[in-house]
Nanobody, 125 residues
Framework: QVQLVESGGGLVQAGGSLRLSCAAS????????MGWFRQAPGKDRECVAA????????YYVDSVKGRFTISRDNAKNVVYLQMNSLKPEDTAIYYC??????????????????WGQGTQVTVSS
C-alpha cells in the first residue's frame, strides 16, 4: 500500500498561483499512475489532471488546460500540481490519488485505489 499526504492549499486571489504537493510513502511512486481530483460543495468530484508512471503521458480536464501543470519526481516520491491564473470556479477540496490499474492514465475516480486527505483551495474574486 501507499500513503498520500497533500499540502500547499490555501486562500488566493483570482489570477494568483498555488502549487500543491503530494508526498507518498510505503512504496515507490513509480508503481502508480497519479491523479489530482477536486470536489466543490454540491458538485461531483472530477479529475483535474493525471500523469503516467514515468511522466510521459499527461491528461487535463478542459477547464484547466493552459493553466494547471501536473508533474512528478519519482526519486523524491512527490507529485505536484502547479495552478496558475486561478479562478473562483477552481475553489474546491483537492485530492491526490494513486492507481494500480494497467493504463497510462485515467480520469475515472473508480480507477484510483489510494487517496490523500485533501487540501482546501479557495480563490476569491
Amino acid at each position: 500500500q501507499v500513503q498520500l499526504v497533500e499540502s500547499g492549499g490555501g486562500l488566493v486571489q483570482a489570477g494568483g498561483s498555488l502549487r500543491l504537493s503530494c508526498a507518498a510513502s510505503g512504496r515507490t511512486l513509480r508503481n502508480y499512475v497519479m491523479g489530482w481530483f477536486r470536489q466543490a460543495p454540491g458538485k461531483d468530484r472530477e479529475c483535474v489532471a493525471a500523469i503516467s508512471r514515468y511522466g510521459a503521458v499527461l491528461y487535463y480536464v478542459d477547464s484547466v488546460k493552459g493553466r494547471f501543470t501536473i508533474s512528478r519526481d519519482n526519486a523524491k516520491n512527490v507529485v505536484y500540481l502547479q495552478m496558475n491564473s486561478l479562478k473562483p470556479e477552481d475553489t474546491a477540496i483537492y485530492y491526490c490519488a494513486a492507481s494500480t490499474h494497467n493504463r497510462d492514465y485515467s480520469s475515472m475516480e473508480s480507477d484510483y485505489d489510494y487517496w490523500g486527505q485533501g487540501t482546501q483551495v479557495t480563490v476569491s474574486s
